[in-house]
């Protein structure tokens, strides 16, 4: 215990200033700083006195020194020959801080230690120094250079508490720099330091040399146990059965200190008394310098209280005055060292009584005070026997910094009484997770120590436990009401919600919580990996919780199912077109390859490079049970995107029988794709619609053949089926696309039948009235049909040669050699040799020819042909001509009526001013070019490309060379991880060099360069933002029968294209390099597609989860560390995408906030994810559409008509509009058929819903232009249905399986004393039908319904209502029917 004493004792530190404790703590920056030398007058005039340095920490802002001064041991000066005089520390300082302010520093002050003659030792401060840790971005000083020179300032740095001196200190008056006098020292960052963030205080400055508590000590001969620190070996130990005893006795106890509280008036509330609300126990790990992890709290409950609440024997008075702790606790942190300590605060939770009674949680109810607290070290003494504890109390430093209830007055005289006035903690201890010390061997181990005190009570008997509970307490009430004082006296700020708590488990395989309340203290803010004591009583608020499930991110079943025979000579009589090899011959279905058998060699070393992937779509089927769910589409069209090609929406194709015929709603067979002509009419040349996409070197990037077979033999195509005339999404499928490799041979071709599925987000049940609870939406997924699709790819040699490409070939090049490197700086090389015939300057210059043609006709009387100008050009030309006239020939005209000789000769006079006018400019490009180098980059969305620009320094002089960037994104790489990451992926084999770049004032980067020296600069190119991010609704405007959807891939436009300027400048902003930087983009390969359909003007709010980490496509082995960190970027910038790691073992979840725009636009967006922390090469690309709707909140009751209006606005020009919806059988619109929607006009159309079955579901409604086939309105409708009254019930039993069904009848009494006509409605009208599906019955008479039951295949039961309704379908009575199939 005495060295635990001696370390907290010297650990004791200045807290900062009380404004900076406020807020959300940041996450704390690690340090190292090494002081090496220190030289100048400062050593010569304090000779011969040994010197030391002293360092703190300082807040300019406030004024005030904070943390823990370290102290250097004292050196001699030395005075090498030749050299002045210097003293060497060469001691490393290690501290971390989070406190980012630029005006925190480091003060280094030197101290003279001097022998006085009564032998003692005199300090004499000689000066001191300021090393800023922060500059004004918040951020970690310019850390480039090695070594630096600290200027030293006359004084003491106790003159810094000066009102005088303001920030900034440098540049005060007051501040006098010595002469010839600095200290050599090193700062940086030093990461290591993350890992022992739990053992070390913040603001706490140590040596390598010291000695930390749960640190090994160091490898080799440096001692330095910070330079790669090694944790001790935990000994996890568990207390069981634990106790407090206050003195006198509990009552009398806890009476004192409220009348003491009451009496200091800490809770000013007059006239109402004071209550204990709750008794806590905060028990954690103490390693002499901080708390080791944050404080379990537990609350303590009373004996006699316990055994109110459970039969138990009874007991004596003072067993029943103990605190108890019902749980188990385990502390996991523990370390076999006689610093480490167990230590246990007793808080009490105190409030009025009158808000205590009333549960009100309104201003300050409760107060929490530290009463007592005690130390016990596992590691001193026996851990099989009970251990007793006294508390401490007083004007004490305690390990919680706070104050500490006083102890009793000092009037007994025996050690043993003294030991236990103020208190008693016992308890049980244990190093095994299995080992559980029952009350039993309490008692008899407590029977065989008459060494310890005579403990009343304590030493006889056990106090009444209750069972070892396997569950940890609970919160109360008083945790989220009761404030924790701060060590100023001022509240913390409480959180407006706790976070759930933590699962834990054990060995047995029981659930049991081992930490208490753990997740009251626990760590809830990012960047801090522990919390010490102060900061452990801040409740921060958790991360955002999404009130719905996360949307797991994992792609649609790719599955296709085999063809029947059936299928197939559907298939082979419809005429579909053949696919032809590369010698002209028909291609027969081959077997899906074994991807057991693939081998990425066989592509690389295939003599046929170039594959032409083909889809041909050939037919369509309705899935049987989606027959009463919807009508089925007329026409169909689809979307999807294919590796990097840009997005295709085909046209519609029309719906045909095998037969010819048209499909009928009920159609459940395969129905055939037809294109359809101009005219609307269908095309009955070939069925079916295929695309075609050449993918050959030609289009390819160099290396990029093998990325595309990693495409082909991992991901799917998704695609997207709409309904062509209601442009309703019909549903989704997806294909795996590893048929398509062709593994050597010439051409593979497969048949695939893909389910078409789509997603419905429904609810159960309705909320309950009254109830504030959220209820996340269900969602089912249901299959709409199934796609008949056919894969090939057939082998071609690539026709064309290297030396003529169709497309340039894409530079793999990693480093761009500047103009003068390697040749010398002419307008020509030496071996590039031009030939070029002579031609007139006007034929040359086209300026100079639209000048002299506008002389022409001005001059002359007839009117020429002009060139083909724009009024801008024409108005500059004329301006031009002015100018030289007037330069030539003054103000004078040149007469109309003069020769031809003469006019030749203005001519030339016109040519020659403008060549001297223009020669300047010639001159300087002609030199730009000479030292210019043009870089193309082939960017795609997130993937970050780099390159090296070797610049050479031209001059015979040394040159600081600044780079100039005129675009954001392109920047120089400063960090050289970064470089080292991206040169060993890139496999460039470029020098590499630390600390090359010193940033200016204005952030751009600077290069040293000796005369004719040549450096390497990094660069990366990367892209986040693509165009358009709106888009319209998809329509069936696709390719043509004729078009090639591989042709599609067009270069990108003029508009699209890029050109950055880079300038390498010397002083005087003269350049001796420029680079321009040619970006054409490509489209991204998009890994899934997320689609919404969500209200217009509103954010949507959604959760991703992730896949585990081996799951994931293109993921590396999994590492021994565990799975990566993710990373996100987000191609909107007004999209909030953020991801949070939830700890080791936790599934990762992606976060979007997205801002719908109006009805009925679509935002388009990438999100892209990264496992590296450079963001360099993109682990999947997800693109999202956003559709947004006007929305209509419908409440109605299941099985009865509710009828509302919705109104049509009509848009600048007469439009013909149909209105189609999601659910037909469920919604009906008024009128159904065509109608004319005037231009700026307002209609109305009546729709009528009358669900089958209660909940919470979502309907869509659009309003389509018939004749061009877009989108004028569309809407959400958002019905909550409830649940009929049920006046009768009924069951009944049908065996299963058998194919037949069965004929119920019931009865129906008219209540009224009229004729009515009444219609019958079900739930299930797959499973039951009626006779008649209306009847009438006279006033008072009975009518028999009768009823028909379809069989059923399955065993199991179904509830169906049957609604009997009015004529304007009101509901009059519902009946439920229970059938049970066996």
């Known amino acids: 215990m005495a060295e635990w004493e001696r370390l907290f004792a010297w650990s004791r530190a200045v807290p900062p200033h009380t404004q900076r404790r406020h807020g959300v703590p940041e996450p704390s920056v690690p340090f190292q700083c090494v002081l090496k030398c220190l030289e100048g007058s400062v050593v010569t005039q304090q000779s011969p006195a040994k010197l030391q340095l002293r360092v703190s920490l300082f807040d300019a802002t406030h004024r005030h020194f904070f943390g823990h001064t370290w102290h250097s041991s004292t050196r001699t000066p030395r005075s090498p020959p030749g050299q002045p005089p210097c003293v060497l520390f060469n001691e490393a300082v290690y501290f971390h801080t989070s406190l980012s302010h630029p005006s925190v520093t480091a003060v280094v002050e030197v101290v003279a230690v001097a022998p006085t003659p ?22 970690p000083s310019d850390l480039a250079a090695k070594g630096r020179v600290l200027k030293l300032y006359h004084g003491t740095p106790r003159a810094l508490l000066h009102p005088l001196l303001q920030d900034p200190l440098e540049k005060n008056k007051y501040m006098t720099i010595m002469e010839n006098s600095h200290l050599q020292y090193s700062l940086k960052l030093h990461l290591p330091l993350e890992k022992v963030f739990h053992l070390l205080p913040e603001n706490l400055l140590v040596s390598g040399l010291q000695k930390i508590p749960g640190l090994l000590p160091a490898h080799g001969d440096t001692g330095d146990i910070f330079l790669k620190p090694r944790l001790m070996r935990t000994a996890p130990c568990y207390l069981d059965q634990l106790c407090v005893l206050l003195h006198p006795s509990l009552e009398k106890f806890e009476e004192e200190l409220l009348e003491q509280l009451s009496s200091d008036r800490l809770l000013k509330e007059v006239g109402s008394a004071l209550c204990v609300q709750e008794r806590r126990l905060r028990v954690a790990v103490h390693n002499g310098l901080r708390f080791v992890q944050a404080p379990q709290v537990a609350v303590l409950q009373p004996a006699a209280e316990a055994a109110r609440r459970q039969t138990t024997s009874s007991t004596d008075s003072t067993a029943e005055q103990a605190l108890l702790l019902r749980s188990r606790l385990q502390l996991s942190e523990m370390v076999a060292h006689p ?15 009158a808000k205590a009674a009333a549960g009100s949680a309104l201003g300050p109810a409760a107060a929490m005070h530290t ?14 026997s009970p251990v007793l504890l006294p508390l401490r109390g007083g004007a004490h430093p305690s390990p919680g910094q706070t104050l500490v209830y006083r102890n009793p007055a000092d009037s007994e005289s025996s050690q043993q009484v003294k030991r236990i006035a103020s208190g008693s903690v ?52 008083s945790q989220l009401l009761a404030s924790p004082q701060s060590r100023d006296g001022r509240t913390v700020p409480r959180s407006r919600s706790a976070p759930a708590p933590r699962p834990c488990s054990t060995q047995d395989g029981r659930a049991e919580c081992t930490a208490g309340i753990t997740h009251l203290e626990a760590d809830l803010w990012p960047g801090s990996p522990r919390a010490d004591a102060s900061s452990s009583e801040h409740l921060w608020a958790p991360p955002f919780v999404p009130p719905q499930l996360p949307v797991t991110a994992v792609a649609l079943p790719a599955g296709s199912a085999a063809l029947s025979r059936a299928s197939l000579a559907l298939l082979h009589t419809s005429g579909f077109p053949e696919i032809l090899d590369d010698n002209k011959e028909p291609l027969e279905v081959t077997e899906p390859l074994n991807p057991a058998h693939f081998s990425p060699r066989l592509e690389e070393v295939d003599a046929l490079q170039s594959n032409e992937i083909i889809l041909q779509f050939l037919a369509f089927s309705r899935a049987p049970q989606d027959a009463l769910e919807g009508t089925w589409p007329r026409t169909v069209f689809l979307t999807f995107q294919f590796y990097r090609f840009p997005p295709v929406s085909t046209p519609r194709l029309l719906l045909v029988d095998a037969d010819g015929e048209r499909a009928v709603g009920s159609a459940v067979p395969a129905q055939v794709l037809l294109q359809l002509n101009e005219d609307g009419t269908p095309n009955t040349e070939a069925p079916g619609l295929q695309l075609r996409y050449v993918v050959d070197p030609t289009f390819l990037r160099p290396g990029e053949q093998r990325v595309f077979v990693r495409y082909l033999a991992e991901q799917s195509l998704q695609m997207d089926i709409w309904d062509g005339d209601s442009l309703l999404l019909v549903g989704s499928a997806a294909v795996k696309l590893k048929p398509l490799l062709r593994q050597g041979r010439p051409a593979v071709r497969t048949l695939h039948e893909l389910e078409v599925v789509t997603t419905e987000y429904e609810q159960d049940a309705p909320l309950a009235a009254g109830r504030d609870v959220l209820c996340p939406l269900g969602a089912r997924v249901a299959v709409r049909g199934r796609l008949h699709l056919c894969l090939a790819n057939v082998g071609h040699r690539c026709e064309e040669t290297p030396m003529s490409p169709r497309h340039p070939l894409l530079s793999h090049t990693h480093v761009v050699s500047s103009p003068a490197c390697g040749r010398s700086l002419s307008l020509h090389s030496s071996g590039d040799v031009r030939v070029s015939r002579p031609r007139r300057l006007a034929e040359v210059d086209s300026e100079l020819a639209a000048i002299l043609c506008s002389l022409r006709l001005e001059q002359s009387p007839e009117r020429l042909h002009a060139p083909r100008e724009t009024a801008a050009i024409q108005q500059h030309t004329m301006q031009c001509l002015a100018a030289l006239q007037q330069h030539v020939n003054g103000d004078r005209r040149i007469p109309q009526h003069e020769g031809c000789s003469k006019r030749c000769t203005q001519y030339l006079q016109i040519i020659d001013a403008y060549r001297e006018r223009t020669k300047q400019r010639y001159i300087s490009q002609m030199l730009s070019q000479a030292i210019t180098v043009t870089h193309t980059v082939y960017a795609m969305l997130g993937t970050a490309e780099f390159f090296e620009f070797a610049l050479k320094n031209p001059y015979s002089t040394q040159h600081t060379v600044t780079v100039e960037v005129d675009h954001p994104e392109l920047s120089v790489i400063l960090d050289p991880r970064e470089w080292r990451h991206f040169k060993e992926l890139t496999q460039t084999a470029t020098p590499l060099e630390e600390d090359m770049f010193h940033l200016r004032d204005d952030l751009r980067p600077q290069i040293y360069l000796r005369p004719k020296e040549t450096v390497h600069i990094p660069f990366r190119y990367q892209m986040f933002s693509t165009e358009p991010a709106v888009t319209a609704v998809p329509d069936p405007m696709g390719l043509s029968k004729e078009e090639d959807a591989g042709r599609a891939q067009e270069e990108p436009t003029a508009a699209q294209m890029r050109l950055i300027q880079v300038a390498f400048c010397v002083s005087r902003d003269k350049p001796i390099a420029l680079l321009q930087v040619k970006v054409e983009p490509r489209p991204p390969v998009v890994d899934q597609t997320f689609r919404f359909f969500h209200p217009e003007l509103t954010f949507l709010k959604k959760a991703f989860r992730l896949p585990p980490w081996h799951t994931l496509p293109g993921a590396p082995v999994r590492m021994p560390s565990g799975d990566p960190e993710v990373y996100v970027r987000c191609s909107d910038p007004n999209v909030i995408c953020e991801t949070k790691n939830m700890g080791p073992g936790e599934p990762q979840d992606v976060f979007l906030k997205v801002a719908g725009g109006p009805s009925p636009q679509i935002k388009t967006f990438f999100v892209v994810i990264y496992t590296d922390p450079w963001l360099a090469t993109p682990l999947h690309i997800w693109q999202f559409y956003l559709h947004s709707l006007q929305r209509l909140d419908v409440s109605c009751t299941a099985g009865q008509l509710s009828r509302l209006a919705v109104p049509l606005r009509g848009t600048r020009t007469l439009r013909r509009v149909k209105a189609f919806c999601s659910h037909p059988h469920e919604l009906k619109v008024d009128p ?83 004729r009515r006509l009444y219609f019958l409605v079900t739930s299930r009208p797959d499973l039951l039908q009626f006779k008649e599906d209306s009847f009438q019955v006279a006033g008072g008479e009975m009518y028999t319904i009768g009823l028909r039951f379809a069989p059923s295949q399955s065993v199991g039961e179904e509830e169906i209502l049957i609604h009997i309704n009015d004529h304007q379908d009101k509901n009059e009575e519902t009946f439920c029917v229970k059938v049970i199939y066996y």
Request: with cysteine; hydrophobic share 35%; net charge positive.
């Open 118 to 139: 009564e032998g003692l030792a005199r300090n004499v401060s000689c000066g001191f120094g300021l090393i800023p840790l922060f500059d004004s971005r918040r951020e």
């Open 426 to 477: 016992q308890f049980h201890v244990s190093t095994d997770a299995e080992h559980r010390v029952t009350s039993t061997d309490v008692s008899s181990k407590a029977g065989k120590e008459p060494e310890e005190p005579p403990t009343p009570s304590l030493s006889l008997r056990s106090p009444p436990h209750p069972a070892a509970s396997t569950q940890g307490p609970g919160l109360s009430l």
């Open 339 to 353: 610093a480490f300590g167990v230590c246990f605060q007793l808080e009490y939770v105190v409030c009025a009584a």
């Open 1232 to 1314: 159904a058929g065509v109608f004319t929607l005037p231009p700026n006009g307002v209609l109305d159309l009546f729709v009528g819903v009358k669900p089958r079955r209660a909940g919470s579901r979502f309907f869509y409604l659009n309003l389509v232009d018939v004749e061009s086939h877009q989108l004028v309105s569309s809407w959400l409708l958002c019905i909550t249905c409830r649940q009929p009254l049920i006046s009768k019930a009924f069951e009944i039993t049908i065996p299963a399986g058998s194919g037949k069904g069965s004929n119920k009848r019931i009865t129906y009494t008219n209540p009224y004393p009229t």
């Open 371 to 384: 009463v007592r607290w005690a130390l016990w070290s596992p590691f001193l003494g026996a851990t099989s």
